[in-house]
């Protein structure tokens, strides 16, 4: 069942950002953009170079007005941790959720479940708490959070323009579609 359209499903948990324990619930993902970035585990491979890539842009998100959630089945000790040890992740200012239990990682469905691990999921989360983007990767291709941003970006750009839509390779600032019966058998 595809979450497109569909409203996040309630949680709680205990994030690590920035030298504190925070709680993060649902209800941060509404009234603003969100990325919530789902990740195997700390301490491992591909996970350090994918949220190393989100640190380095997410001065971009947020002029976009865009929080990033990084989420993974470990705890919030871990990824303080994690945090403490490691050049890469010690950049990282977005809230790194634990989700121990994996309720928020069944809520979006990517809970490897003879694992316990998360997929490569990634989600973005429009102000309504609305899922707009879907995302899923195997455990060995590694995400682009440049490519992420676009799709943010253009997910923006559609919410702010009822009746156009961004077409393949898009960026801001290019031309869009406006859906019409002229343009069927044109493109």
Known sequence: ???????????????????????????NL???WSVVFFYPADFTFVCPTELGDLADNY???????????GVSTDTHFTHKAWHDTSDTIKKIQYPLIGDPTGTITRNFGVMIEEAGLADRGTFVIDPDGKVQIVEINAGGIGRDASELLRKVKAAQYVAA???????????????????????????
Do not use: R
Request: glycine share 8%.
């Open 1 to 27: 069942m595809s979450l497109i359209n569909t409203q996040v499903l309630p949680f709680k948990a205990t994030a690590y950002k920035n030298g504190e324990f925070i709680e993060v619930t649902d209800a």
């Open 161 to 187: 323009h009822p009746g156009e839509v961004c077409p393949a390779k898009w960026n801001e600032g290019e031309k869009t579609l406006k859906p019409s019966l002229d343009l069927v058998g044109k493109i």
């Open 30 to 32: 509404k009234g603003q």
């Open 59 to 69: 001065a971009e998100f947020q002029k976009l007005g865009v929080e990033i959630y």
